[in-house]
């Protein structure tokens, strides 16, 4: 964890700061930009055309879908890990606002995406402790609204508890057409991926990380999916970057395992179809003299992960950073005799903050990842 000082320094400047080429972070109850009405839906609504206030829970799942592995408690849905979701649509009109708790930590963001319009969403600030933030302003008419936490789990927990407008909720969007579940570490969280190396540490990971435009998201919405992202920064497979207890595999089987090991997550109530592993950039330290212990972790990860997704595609990415491991991982997966496991090398670059990889290069692991698994399970690239 970094430390309390530096927290506060970027807490307070965080607000002043432009974090993308696009959209500036937003705080607190700024006004929004409004968004036009959407073209009459595709489909036909379940509800009909009415306004008046209303407040949905956001344990409501009839109306509210949740992306991720999310915990739920009697007025709350857990976002717990980076890009973590919630999404809704309706008939909606004026500003939408949800409620919310930060659970303390560092500085937690969200981006807002409305009517899919993913170019122009909105990353905005939430405040500690509990809250309301107006997320967007709508015109009169049908729209579809998206919230994803940008921050990482090492970083910030929020309970959503509802979201309020003047309007009527439609059923919940649709399940993707795929369910990819990321299992990775600072580069799957897009750890910096708004700055340049120089940067400080603490700037990189409170405010210039973006799991929204990280190589996982990109892939997902490539590809219509639902993504389901385990990763954290500085973790490994054996060991992590600074902490020799952070290896991912301890807390895999968790649903908030970064926070509580005490909630086993359901696997066979949220089956995957893809599983996408990309670990081993933190594990450098066992390189030499402890090579074996690594790739004997990589294995029983592997086997471990098959038991609990039986009929899951398993790639293994790397590279991205480090080729120290590349030929060993290539080989290593060839050889378990899994039909439906296999790897992929990634371009390496270190451009971006505190020497992860830059915006253009995560465009470009998605499209490679899009492309294998459009070969592998048939599915369209859609975006």
């Given amino acids: 964890m970094k430390n309390k000082k530096a927290a506060a320094v970027i807490a307070a400047v965080a607000a002043a700061v432009l974090l993308c080429s696009c959209n500036p972070v937003q705080t607190g109850q700024t006004e929004m930009p409004t968004q036009t009405a959407t073209a009459a839906p595709e489909r036909t609504p379940a509800v009909e055309e009415k306004y008046t206030m209303q407040t949905v829970s956001a344990i409501d799942k009839e109306h509210i879908k949740i992306t991720g592995r999310a915990d739920y408690g009697k007025d709350y849905a857990g976002l717990n890990w980076s890009y973590a979701g919630a999404s809704f649509r309706g008939y909606m009109e004026g500003d939408v606002t949800i409620s919310y708790t930060h659970m303390g930590g560092y500085s937690a963001y969200i981006r807002v995406v409305t009517d899919g319009k993913t170019e122009e969403s909105v990353k905005l600030e939430l405040k500690q402790g509990s809250d309301t933030a107006v997320i967007a302003s709508v015109e009169k008419g049908y729209h579809e609204i998206s919230i994803y936490k940008t921050s990482e789990p090492g970083n910030s927990i929020i309970r959503l508890h509802s979201v309020s407008f003047s309007g009527n909720i439609d059923l919940s969007p649709e399940k ?80 908030n395992g970064m926070w509580n090991n005490q909630e086993k997550w359901d696997f066979a109530a949220h089956k995957q179809d893809v599983v996408v592993i990309s670990l081993g950039t933190n594990d450098y330290q066992l390189a030499s003299e402890r090579r074996e212990e690594f790739l004997s972790g990589v294995r029983e990860f592997i086997k471990h992960v098959r038991e609990l997704n039986p009929d899951a595609y398993i790639i293994w990415t790397y590279g991205q950073i480090s080729k120290e491991y590349s030929k060993d991982l290539a080989k290593l997966t060839a050889d378990m005799g899994d039909a439906k496991l296999s790897y992929l090398e990634m371009p390496a670059n270190s451009r971006a903050g505190w020497g992860h990889p830059d915006r253009a290069h995560h465009k470009q692991y998605a499209r490679l990842l899009a492309q294998e698994i459009s070969r592998l399970t048939g599915t369209e690239i859609k975006r």
């Fill in 176 to 255: 993707g057409s795929l369910n990819i579940e990321f299992i990775g570490d600072s580069i799957t969280c897009g750890a910096g991926i708004l700055t340049n190396e120089s940067s400080p540490k603490d700037e990189v990971y409170e405010r210039a990380g973006d799991a929204y435009l990280s190589f996982a998201a990109l892939t997902a919405r490539m590809l219509n999916a639902d993504a389901n992202i385990v990763a954290a920064s500085g973790w490994g497979v054996v060991q992590g970057g600074d902490n020799p207890a952070a290896n991912i595999p301890s807390i895999y089987d968790f649903t």
